[in-house]
Nanobody, 125 residues
Framework: QDQLVESGGELVQAGGSLRLTCAAS????????VAWFRQALGKERESVGA????????YYPDSVKGRFAISRDNAKNTLYLQMSSLKPEDTAVYYC??????????????????WGPGTQVTVSS
C-alpha cells in the first residue's frame, strides 16, 4: 500500500524548534521528489519546502527560509522537516507529499500524487 504518514506535530512556544517526520511505505519511496506543505485554518495549502529526487534542487519560500530545512534518510524511507525559530504564524496542519512523475515537484500541489493525512503544529505566543 502506498502511504505517507506524518508525525511530530505538537504545541510549542514561539521561538522553539520542532522536527516533523514523514514515514513512507509502498511505492512512496522517500527517494523520489518530495515536499512539505502546510495549511492554516481558512487559508490555502502552501509549500514550505521541496527537494528533488537526488537532492540537487531545493526550495524554501521566504517565509521559512533559514528557519526550516528538509532532510531525508533513504535507508529508513523517512523524510524530515526541521523547524526552528517558530512563530505563531507557522501554526498549521503540515503535510508531506511525494511524486513519482517528476524529478522535482516544486511548489505545485497538483504535481504530487501522494499525500499524508497531516500533523498539527501549534505555536503559542
Amino acid at each position: 500500500q502506498d502511504q505517507l504518514v506524518e508525525s511530530g506535530g505538537e504545541l510549542v512556544q514561539a521561538g522553539g524548534s520542532l522536527r516533523l517526520t514523514c514515514a513512507a511505505s509502498g511505492r512512496t519511496s522517500i527517494g523520489y521528489a518530495v515536499a512539505w506543505f502546510r495549511q492554516a485554518l481558512g487559508k490555502e495549502r502552501e509549500s514550505v519546502g521541496a527537494i528533488s529526487r537526488t537532492g540537487d534542487t531545493t526550495y524554501y519560500p521566504d517565509s521559512v527560509k533559514g528557519r526550516f530545512a528538509i532532510s531525508r534518510d533513504n535507508a529508513k524511507n523517512t523524510l524530515y522537516l526541521q523547524m526552528s525559530s517558530l512563530k505563531p504564524e507557522d501554526t498549521a496542519v503540515y503535510y508531506c507529499a511525494a511524486t513519482l512523475r517528476y524529478y522535482y515537484g516544486g511548489t505545485y500541489r497538483d504535481n504530487y500524487e501522494f499525500w499524508g493525512p497531516g500533523t498539527q503544529v501549534t505555536v503559542s505566543s
